[in-house]
């Protein structure tokens, strides 16, 4: 397979040049309705089509949420592959958020459909979860070494469910969530200039110093804007890590909508916040 540059490189000078924010496109019932527009594949449609538009030419990330577009059935994974082939091709990169976690054959079928090359999937990042432990992921890992592309697996999550699962305190005495950011880290060492292996880390989770969140690759951070955390809460969060994570927003833009003006001004503002928290370092 011809692979693409890695990753973690090409996110890295994403980052650089257009800022490190990440919108979500996030087509549900209600953001529909308050676009005005009906909840079908008419609607889904119109709502992706504009955002990809408004944004795949000046954000660094876009990341559609594949279950919005998968309750439509065919007609909806249809419209997925159009808007992740014109997200990408003006200049976007694209992380699928799926969150996907298999075992085997099962596991390797999920990361083809995202990480092949010859998918009509294709995506630069797939969100992954490691549920099954953190070994059950190496068909993805390996298709993502191969094909240049990367993946983002559920670390510590923002929703309060998760802690029974991430906080829980293995044997050794370290508990799961810091044991996934040590595959992770593992994964990473030695790439330059950024891993293509990521975490997903919550904005929201206040002080987390007690992590080592310096995987040497990104951090997806949900949770800035209608959740309630801020580009200012990121340098207190993430640490000396903050200049990788890739702070995500969804709704805080994406209800500025369907008028592509008031979108991309939305962006900006997210993204002008975020540059400033950051520099500020």
Known sequence: MSSLEPFGARLRRAMDERGALCVGIDPHASLLAEW???????????FSRTVVEAMADRVAVLKPQSAF???????GIAVLEKSVAQARAAGALVVMDAKRG?????MAAYA?????KDSPLFSDALTVSPYLGYGSLSPAVALARESGTGLFVLALTS??????????????????????LGHLAAENAGEEP?????????????????????????????GIGAQGATAADLPAVFGSAVRNVVPNVSR???RHGPDAGRLRAAAERFAEEIRAAVGAV
């Open 36 to 46: 005005g527009l009906n909840d079908d594949v008419a609607g889904l449609e119109r």
């Open 69 to 75: 577009f998968e309750r439509f059935g065919s007609r």
């Open 102 to 106: 298999d075992i085997g054959s099962t």
């Open 112 to 116: 083809e459909t995202f990480l092949h």
């Open 159 to 180: 929703n309060p469910e998760g802690g029974e699962v991430q906080h829980a305190v293995r044997t050794d005495g370290r508990n799961i969530g810091a044991t996934m």
């Open 194 to 222: 950024l891993g293509s292996f990521g975490a997903v880390v919550g904005a929201t989770l206040g002080d987390l110093s007690s992590y080592d969140l310096d995987i040497n690759g990104p951090l997806l951070a949900p």
């Open 252 to 254: 805080g833009v994406l």
